[in-house]
């Protein structure tokens, strides 16, 4: 592990921006908690993300496979066939890693590039929605609707907002927590270097097979885990949003905006846009649907044009001056 | 057997216009490098004008090309010089990212301004029907299909025999030699990007008949121009043609010989097992 790795972990600021994040259901209303706990599940989504997009540098578009699986598939064992829905996530946060293995499989077997990657994947969700959508197990067009919330964690449920936050709050801790761990043990050196140039990393000793499916799961069995609880604070499994390839995309451009490979990255780029995106949506949804949408776009655009490598790197190089920061080096690097 | 020419005489001319979709792309790719991931909202924003001038002018899709034709050669343009071209310079691998941004905010700001409920083009041929023995086809079809093979012939004749289509091999051959023997490569590349998006234009027009108009198509049609491309061999104009009509195709026999949930499945399949066994397309990867 990288001294880095303990050092960050000693850091004040992080803890005392922890706890103040943990008491916010004691003050903030209803409305805004709810913008707080969706941003929150986004900041989960985002850094899991990462480990595959940023860290590996995989442009994976196929995590709304993983998301889908978590919240429609849960749903279902649970409403049909009455499966408790811990053990529910569980279930489909196996088949997300089965999935995510088979996905890295491919992509080794045969080395795939970067583009095609990105289209296999794509064409991945779109098959994926296509399948929820036509089969009546998973919910068919019209979702699931699970049982009213009664706060009985032991099936999953957290007592409305306030608990759900928590929920989402941990969520996103462990995300960002195997972020930092991934970074920072052997295995986020090995992916780097796979990200950098697939050949030399191989050319020194890299297994590729091995890291690259070890990524993948971490990500997928994260993400899984993030959908289960999103339909569960939900209590609607909507196969639209959970299983549609905009929700891939959104998390990518979330991870892009706030600064890939990085632990904090992804989190900062989905904390600026999602309250940002809710509350215009809350405001102006009825005239202009799509208004929050049209921003995420066009700040990412903004963003790339302006900082490739993201908003977290060019913050780090305002507040510290000519100081070299301590993170990892850019992803964004040209062949 | 009248069902299986049917879907077959169906497939070929839906996956004509895909073929040409994936054109543009082809053409784009082969000169850039650069996949555009927000091909299919721009066909749909050239629905959308159609639609924009059928509402105020009660003008004709097949008329209003027009108009939207010069309009979406200078926003294509437009955006490939002031958006992708800085990120593609500098930095290759955030095209993808660059490109789904703009895919979201067209997406969107469509919806902004023609709301979600879905519109219709009509068209003077919209309701006519050709009948070829038992097969029926819709003439908005039949258009389509006879405009996709003139434009592809014809985009084959310039890229042939006129000077800017032998600039444009030769940038898709060697930038750097094409740069030394005085071709405008950064030129050439704002060009192919702004007749791809073009293309579009017309794409749009000749879908536009007898479709419904819903903003969140583009993703789709941009799904369906990868899984053409890349079936076609990225490069290969006719491989590309091709894949759109194997697409095509395999769609039609889909819904009708599978359910509707296998048959819309068909594509991808077909597409990720090319893919991975036959990773040059269909053809193989050459040049026009």
């Given amino acids: 592990m990288n001294p880095n790795f303990y050092r960050t972990l000693r850091a004040p600021a992080l803890w005392i921006g922890l706890l103040a994040v943990a008491v916010l259901p004691f003050v903030l209303p209803n409305y805004y ?22 860290v590996a540098g995989q442009l994976s578009l196929a995590h709304s496979l993983f998301v889908g699986a978590g919240g429609m598939l849960a749903s279902a064992l649970l409403l049909k066939l009455g499966v408790n829905m811990w053990l529910g996530a569980i279930l489909a946060a196996a088949a997300s890693a089965a999935l995510g293995a088979i996905i890295a499989w ?16 794509l064409a991945f969700a ?3 929605e296509i399948v929820v959508i036509g089969w009546e197990f998973l919910g068919g067009a019209s979702g699931l609707f699970l049982p009213k919330d009664t706060g009985q964690f032991s099936q999953m449920q957290f007592g409305g907002v306030q608990g759900a936050f928590w929920m989402m709050l941990s969520l996103a801790v462990v995300a960002i927590g195997a972020n930092l761990v991934v970074l920072n043990a052997p295995l986020g050196y090995y992916l780097r270097s796979i990200r950098d140039n697939e050949n ?17 799961v971490i990500s ?3 993400t899984s885990f993030i959908g289960t609880a999103y339909a569960r604070y939900l209590t609607f499994a909507d196969p639209y949003l959970l299983a549609s390839p905009v929700l891939t995309i959104e998390i990518v451009l979330f991870a892009t ?4 490979g990085r632990a904090f990255g992804p989190a900062l780029g989905a904390l600026l846009l999602v309250p940002l995106g809710e509350v215009l949506r809350g405001k102006l949804g009825g005239v202009l649907p799509g208004l929050h949408y049209f921003i995420y776009g066009a700040t990412v655009v903004a963003v790339i044009m302006l900082s490739p490598r993201g908003l977290l790197p060019l913050i780090q190089d305002l507040f510290s001056g000519k100081r070299k920061s301590a993170t990892p080096t850019a ?3 040209a062949h | 057997m009248d069902e299986l020419l049917q879907a077959l005489a169906q497939g070929l001319l839906v996956g004509s216009t895909y073929g040409m979709l994936a054109l543009g792309m082809g053409l784009i790719y082969s000169v850039s490098g650069i996949v555009n991931f927000s091909h299919g909202d721009f066909v749909s924003l050239g629905m959308y004008l159609c639609f924009a001038l059928f509402s105020a002018f009660a003008l004709d899709p097949y008329v209003s090309l027009a108009i939207t034709l010069p309009a979406m050669i200078l926003i294509g343009a437009l955006v490939y010089r002031y958006l992708i071209q800085p ?29 979600g409920q879905p519109h219709r083009v009509p068209s003077a041929v919209e309701a006519k029907l050709v009948m070829l023995g038992n097969v029926v086809m819709r003439m908005p079809h039949v258009v389509a299909f006879f405009a996709s093979i003139a434009l592809a012939v014809a985009l084959f004749v310039i890229l042939r025999s006129t000077d800017i289509g032998r600039a444009i091999r030769a940038v898709h051959q060697n930038a750097r030699a094409a740069a030394l023997m005085g071709v405008d490569v950064g030129r050439v590349k704002v060009l192919t990007f702004a007749v791809g998006i073009g293309l579009l234009a017309i794409a749009g027009a000749l879908l536009a008949p007898g479709t419904p108009l819903m903003p969140s198509m583009g993703l789709r049609y941009t799904v369906i121009t990868l899984l053409a491309l890349v079936l076609g061999g990225m490069t290969n104009f006719l491989g590309i043609m091709l894949a759109g009509v194997v697409i095509g195709v395999s769609e039609a026999l889909g819904m009708i010989y599978l359910s509707d949930t296998l048959g819309m499945l068909l594509p991808y399949a077909v597409f990720v097992l090319i893919v991975l066994f036959r990773p040059e397309g269909i053809l193989g990867r050459s040049s026009a």
């Fill in chain 1, 33 to 54: 908690l709810h913008i707080a706990t969706l941003t929150l599940v986004y900041i989960a989504l985002a850094s899991a993300w990462n480990i595959v997009g940023g």
């Fill in chain 1, 106 to 121: 491919l992509d080794f077997r045969f080395r795939l590039g970067h583009l095609t990657f990105a289209l296999i994947t």
């Fill in chain 1, 126 to 128: 779109e098959m994926a």
């Fill in chain 1, 200 to 216: 030399a990393a191989q050319a020194i000793g890299v297994g590729l097979l091995g890291n690259k499916i070890k990524a993948m």
């Fill in chain 1, 220 to 222: 997928a069995v994260l």
């Fill in chain 1, 257 to 260: 905006v706030g600064g890939l």
């Fill in chain 1, 331 to 333: 992803p964004a690097k």
């Fill in chain 2, 87 to 115: 990120v593609a310079e500098a930095h290759s691998l955030m095209v993808v990212q660059l490109t789904l941004g703009i895919a979201l905010a067209l997406q969107n700001g469509i919806l902004m301004i023609f709301g």
